[in-house]
């Protein structure tokens, strides 16, 4: 019954922007930790971001720490992550997880997944 949804994605110049949503529904959603995470072509999926269900706390990694923002609106169900300074390597499908409590960084503690969406970035 709970639904996570990505959007956004697409294909972009190195240095360009992208904001990927996730709505989720069928969740007490204000009650849930929510982040991003990645997985390149061939690669092992990686943590992005997270945000805790207030706002208060905030997660990056360090890879994109001062391009990306995480951000929450839990009146509509909705999470954000703004990328900016996009580099070839952020080429990955990025993935929306809620998790009720835990390290925000490690994928084990989220219960519930998107099925992502392709965030391409040319040279």
């Known amino acids: 019954q709970v639904q996570l949804v990505e959007s956004g994605g697409g294909l972009v110049q190195a240095g360009g922007s992208l904001r990927l949503s996730c709505a989720a529904s069928g969740l007490t959603f204000s009650a849930y930790i929510m982040g991003w995470f990645r997985q390149p072509p061939g690669k092992e999926r990686e943590f992005v971001a997270a945000?805790?269900?207030?706002?208060?706390?905030?997660h990056y990694a360090d890879s994109v720490k001062g391009r990306f923002t995480i951000s929450r609106d839990n009146a509509k169900n909705t999470v954000y992550l703004q990328m900016n300074s996009l580099k070839p390597e952020d080429t990955a499908v990025y993935y929306c997880a809620a998790g009720p409590r835990g390290t925000p960084s490690s994928s084990n503690m989220y219960d519930y997944w998107g099925q992502g969406t392709q965030v391409t970035v040319s040279p």
């Open positions: 945000i805790t269900s207030s706002g208060r706390y905030i």
